[in-house]
Structure formats: C-alpha cells, structure tokens
C-alpha cells in the first residue's frame, strides 16, 4: 500500500486566485491522478499527472485552467487558476504504485471560492 | 465505452445485519477490474475489496464479500455484521486491464449507506 498526504485539507479562497494543492506519496509510485467530486457526488477525472511530461487532460478540463505538475515519481501539484465560484468542489489525488493494481488516496482538499 | 452503473443511491441497515449494493457494468473487454471504495465523511476513499475479471472465485475481506456474475455484468457488495462505522458513500469502478494511458478507473454514481443502531 501507499501512504498519501495531500495538502492542503480545506480552503477559502477569493474569485480571481489561484490555489495549489499538493500531494505526497510515501513511496515511488507510477500513475498519478487528480480528480474532482461535488459534495455527494461521484469523482470526474481531471487529468493524469505524468513524470517527467505534461499531463494527460480529460475532456472539458484544459492545462491553463488546472495547471498540474509531476516532477518526480513520488510527488504532484494541482492548480486551480483564475478561480470561481463554481470551481468550489472537493479535489482528490490518487497513486498506483504498480500496474494493474489498486489506487490508493489522498485525503482530498474541499474548496470553496467567494 | 465502458459504464457502471449503481442503482440504488441510497441504502440503510440494522446495526449486525447484512446489506448487499449493487452494481452493474458494461464492457466488451474479456479481462479487467473491479472495485469497491468506501469513502466516510472524512473524505478519505479507501479500498474495500478487489475482483480480477479472470477469477470465477468471489472476492471477500473479512465481513465484505462480492457476488461477481461475468456473464450478467454484474457485481454486487455484500457487508455482514454491519457495523456504525461501515456508514460511508461505496463506489463501485472499473478498469481495463490494457496497459498504456487508457488505465483510468470508471466509477458509478455511489450508494449512500446508512447504518441505523
């Protein structure tokens, strides 16, 4: 398994700013991914953060939008730039540490933006 | 392209009694994943048990289990011996066994489950 710290927990922020969440793996892990859900909601994937290379973007989600980082394979940054109101959400980061296998979680940062 | 599909957004049950979630999916793909993650208020989204598509042996954990039908595209959770702290939103998800960058989970709406004392 895999231990993943994701910072920070919650925040408010003002329309207009920029906020970057970040996300710690305990150890190497090969896939990376962020994720948004809506407060009961389901997760809608945002993109995969690629090592060494840009991400990887999901339909509806642009790089100047969510700018996201992943210098190496234990670490990413999440983005949210020129933020709105309707970006409130809950943003998740995910790791899979091999293969095939399962993804584990990081604690998710609620975002609200006024 | 593939979907899953929960039917049941919300569900509740007596404190040691069994509940079962359902879900279903659709896929063309002979082998894949499937996966139930519970995730409590706290946000956390935590693995609950695994099924490689390949096995005809149903997954269990513990007090959790699955029915795993291949042929009805169907794979259901059950929970016995409920318990408070078993209250959370499940997801059930997908994924293709197919290397590359196309390894995305695909994840059904989520059932709410109550636990009443």
């Known amino acids: 398994s895999a231990v993943i710290s994701q910072k920070p927990s919650r925040d408010i922020c003002q329309r207009g700013t920029s906020l970057t969440i970040q996300c710690q793996v305990d150890?190497?892990?090969?896939?990376m991914f962020w994720y948004r859900q809506q407060p009961g909601q389901s997760l809608t994937l945002i993109a995969t953060?690629?090592?060494?290379?840009?991400?990887?973007?999901e339909s509806g989600f642009v790089i100047d939008k969510f700018p996201i980082s992943r210098p190496n394979l234990t670490f990413s940054t999440l983005t949210v730039s020129n933020m709105s109101p309707e970006d409130s959400s809950i943003y998740l980061c995910?790791?899979?540490?091999?293969?095939?296998?399962?993804?584990?979680f990081g604690q998710g940062t609620r975002l609200t933006v006024v | 392209a593939q979907t899953v599909t929960q039917s049941q957004p919300e569900m509740s049950v007596q404190e040691a009694e069994t509940v079962t979630l359902s879900c279903t999916y659709d896929?063309?793909?002979?082998?894949?994943?499937l996966f139930w993650y519970k995730q409590p208020p706290s946000r956390q989204m935590i693995l609950v048990i695994r099924q490689e598509a390949y096995k005809q042996q149903n997954a269990t954990e513990n007090r959790f289990s699955v029915n795993f039908q291949k042929a009805a595209k169907s794979f259901s959770l059950k929970i016995s011996d409920s318990q408070l702290g078993d209250a959370a939103m499940y997801f059930c998800a997908y994924r293709t066994l197919n290397a590359g960058n196309n390894r995305k989970l695909i994840w059904g709406l989520g059932t709410s489950l109550a636990v009443n004392p």
């Open positions: 953060a690629n090592q060494g290379s840009e991400a990887t973007y």
């Open positions: 150890s190497q892990v090969t896939m």
């Open positions: 995910s790791a899979e540490k091999q293969q095939n296998t399962e993804a584990f």
């Open positions: 896929t063309s793909e002979s082998d894949y994943y």
